[in-house]
């Protein structure tokens, strides 16, 4: 069922919610693929009933970012989620999220702002805002509807480790739930951006997870200094990359290391094509 206003979802769970029902939630800004799908499978299998949000976040974007130019593919989204038996499409307008007519800015509205060591590194670093509305949307996703658990994918690392902070701090009683990055068969991490990509672009863009893997595997060969795992991504690197940042970070703090160990993720940003990558991996892990 497609539904665009915030009332109209409210009377569906209040019903669910009378018949005893657990909720998920599957926050997305659509253009679904098969990484949204993982995520929507593993909702059907935790929970009786599942909301899929659908909704091009503008305050999550920045001025000079693709908010215009964002992929927006809501029929083809609904095939998908009709498909894998989805209760709820929820996608709302910026009108119906914000206000009517509000000025999209912390000036006016309230905004969640995650902690300053979290938003001041990776990401962060070059997307100034875009977790305060990150996090401000997903709480207005939480509290419209009351879900018990919420699904993110570990692509977005630096995110889920935001949204769990959040959750924790502001004693918000949703279960996050995170699902492994779904990748191509040739290695490249599923996104919405890959959309932005031509076949020699896709080709190129295979460096950000071969540099993963091979951090890793020098990592499991026992190299742990952090500078020398970082510095193996040059080798890789040619004039079609643009490296925004290749760090190795405590997979729960996303505090930097001198050492990685088992808790560690490396991270990777990067611009192919002009379209801005990311991808990550754990290095204690066998996956
Ligand atoms: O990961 C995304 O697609 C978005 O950041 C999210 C969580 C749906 C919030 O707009």
């Not at 993982?38 to 909301?51: M, N, P, Q, R, Y």
């Not at 976040?57 to 992929?71: A, L, V």
């Not at 018990?148 to 630096?158: I, L, N, S, T, V």
């Not at 079609?240 to 405590?250: A, G, T």
Request: aromatic residues 8%; proline residues 3%.
């Amino acid at each position: 069922m497609l539904l665009h206003n915030i009332e109209d979802v409210r009377k569906e769970i209040t019903e669910w919610r009378k018949s005893g029902l657990t909720v998920g939630l599957v926050p997305t800004m659509g253009a679904l693929h098969n990484g949204h799908l993982s995520l929507i499978k593993k909702a059907k299998e935790t929970c009786d009933k599942v909301v899929v949000s659908d909704f091009v976040n503008p305050i999550q974007f920045g001025p000079s970012e693709d908010f215009d130019k964002y992929p927006r593919t809501l029929e083809a989204d609904m095939d998908l989620c009709n498909k894998e038996g989805v209760d709820i499409v929820f996608a709302p307008s910026a009108d119906e999220m914000y206000g009517e007519g509000q000025r999209l800015s912390n000036d006016t509205l309230t905004y969640v702002c995650p902690p300053f060591f979290y938003v001041n590194t990776l990401c962060g670093k070059s997307r100034t805002g875009h977790f305060d509305g990150v996090c401000t949307v997903v709480l207005k996703l939480f509290n419209i509807v009351q879900p018990d658990y919420a699904f993110f994918g570990q692509k977005d690392a630096q995110q889920v480790i935001i949204i769990k902070k959040m959750v924790n701090d502001l004693n918000v009683p949703i279960k996050i739930i995170q699902c492994p990055i779904v990748r191509e068969e040739s290695g490249l991490a599923l996104s919405s951006r890959n959309k932005y990509l031509t076949e020699q672009g896709k080709k190129d863009a295979l460096v950000l997870s071969k540099i993963l893997n091979n951090i890793k595997s020098c990592y499991k060969k026992g190299i742990t200094d952090v500078s020398a795992l970082k510095e193996t991504a040059y080798n890789f690197l040619t004039e079609k990359h643009d490296l925004e940042y290749i760090e190795i970070v405590d997979k729960y703090t996303l505090e930097d290391k001198i050492k990685a160990d088992d808790n560690s993720i490396a991270l990777i940003a990067c611009r192919v094509e002009n379209v801005r990558l990311i991808d990550n991996i754990y290095l204690g892990e066998n996956s």
